[in-house]
């Protein structure tokens, strides 16, 4: 290949027989997909190319022509709803919809020549690659010495796999859609702790809210707040590191994330009322303005027709 171009990688081969499908093939298994079930034959593109069956906006397609045919996929004993599951995922609306090229796809997790299935235990692994303080934080968590102990995979076992929705601080506390009421009952420990990681987030989000809509009062009535509201992107990204805390599950680290925050956010909130303070403070400077010089005007209106009333007889 290296007449053609020397970049080409020519491990492919050798990768496949490392495969679950290069394995099977060789056990006689004619069913598996080979280099021109996602490639092609004659309509052979390059993977940059958009057309290209292994472009990564393409590779869920191609995948599911046999993993989401379950006639086909019978005798595997394996799920055929990967596809429509990746359907409804943040990943698939990274990549298919904000045109993400980094977002994963099948072969991401999968790989695509040494394609293996990852196991229980190395799935969070996978996850690391893209989500890498999310697994730093869990691996010092009390949950990854529980998680082993009862076989559970790290990321999945709260984020599900294929169908990876958009997380929400609703996904932590007690509430309907908490993820800890999974494996916590009301009144343990854990319990406790997803609670208050709940509020946590809730008080410093009001917070913001709270804060923001001052400053949009403010900045509508003409006030000079652009400041302040640079000043309060902080407070966001606060928000944003203690939702990533959170996979401490801890106390410590988000409530040091919330608290500086709070302390943003309430700085902004002060900013944005002394904004209308001053504001108040202009309009009653204005409508006394308006009132004086419209007293001058009435006083020179009656000074000069009191000149004019005074010429007047002097004639006569």
Same mark, same amino acid.
């Given at each position: 290949m290296?007449?053609?171009n020397?970049?080409?990688?020519?491990?492919?081969l050798?990768?496949?027989?490392t495969?679950?499908h290069g394995?099977?093939?060789v056990q006689?298994?004619s069913k598996?997909a080979v280099c021109?079930?996602?490639?092609?034959v004659?309509?052979?593109? /390059?993977?940059?190319?958009a057309a290209?069956?292994?472009?990564?906006l393409?590779?869920?397609?191609?995948?599911?022509?046999c993993h989401?045919?379950?006639?086909?996929?019978?005798?595997?004993?394996?799920?055929?709803?990967?596809?429509?599951?990746?359907?409804?995922?943040v990943?698939r %609306?990274?990549?298919?919809?904000?045109?993400d090229?980094?977002?994963?796809?099948?072969?991401t997790?999968?790989g695509?020549?040494g394609?293996a299935?990852?196991?229980?235990a190395?799935?969070?692994?996978?996850?690391?690659n893209? =989500?890498?303080?999310q697994?730093?934080l869990?691996?010092?968590?009390?949950?990854?010495?529980a998680?082993?102990?009862?076989?559970?995979p790290?990321c999945?076992t709260?984020?599900s796999?294929h169908?990876?929705l958009? /997380?929400?601080?609703?996904?932590?506390?007690?509430?309907? %859609?908490?993820?800890?009421t999974?494996?916590?009952?009301?009144?343990d420990?854990?319990s406790?702790t997803?609670?208050?990681?709940?509020?946590?987030?809730a008080q410093? %989000?009001a917070?913001?809210k709270?804060?923001d809509q001052?400053?949009a009062?403010?900045?509508?009535?003409?006030m000079?707040?652009?400041?302040?509201?640079l %000043?309060?992107?902080?407070?966001r990204?606060s928000?944003?590191?203690?939702?990533?805390?959170?996979?401490?599950?801890q106390?410590?680290?988000?409530?040091q994330?919330?608290?500086?925050?709070?302390?943003?956010s309430a700085?902004?909130m002060?900013?944005?009322?002394?904004a209308?303070?001053e504001?108040?403070?202009?309009?009653?400077?204005?409508?006394?303005?308006?009132?004086?010089?419209?007293a001058t005007m009435?006083g020179?209106?009656l000074?000069?027709?009191?000149?004019? =009333?005074?010429?007047?007889?002097?004639?006569?």
């Open positions: 290296r007449k053609y020397p970049s080409l990688r020519t491990d492919q050798s990768q496949y027989r495969s679950i394995k099977r093939l006689g298994d598996v021109t079930d996602c490639h092609g004659h309509d052979l593109r /390059p993977a940059a190319d290209s069956n292994v472009n990564p393409n590779i869920a397609k191609t995948c599911s022509r989401a045919n379950a006639d086909y996929m019978k005798e595997y004993s394996i799920p055929t709803d990967q596809f429509t599951k990746y359907g409804t995922s990943h %609306e990274a990549l298919n919809v904000r045109g090229l980094s977002a994963p796809t099948c072969t997790c999968h695509n020549h394609a299935p990852p196991g229980v190395t799935v969070q692994n996978i996850c690391s893209c =989500h890498v303080f697994a730093q869990f691996s010092k968590s009390p949950h990854q010495e998680f082993n102990a009862a076989r559970l790290g999945v709260c984020h796999n169908a990876v958009h /997380p929400g601080d609703q996904n932590v506390g007690t509430g309907a %859609e908490a993820f800890c999974n494996c916590h009952v009301a009144g420990a854990g406790v997803a609670k208050k990681l709940h509020q946590n987030l410093l %989000e917070s913001i709270d804060s001052v400053l009062k403010a900045e509508s009535s003409g000079e707040v652009s400041g302040a509201r %000043e309060l992107d902080q407070a990204d928000l944003t590191k203690a939702r990533v805390s959170v996979h401490s599950f106390l410590g680290p988000v409530e994330d919330i608290q500086n925050g709070l302390k943003v700085r902004t002060q900013a944005g009322n002394e209308l303070g504001r108040e403070f202009r309009r009653k400077g204005l409508a006394i303005s308006l009132i004086f010089i419209l009435f020179l209106y000074l000069i027709r009191q000149i004019e =009333h005074t010429t007047n007889e002097e004639q006569t």
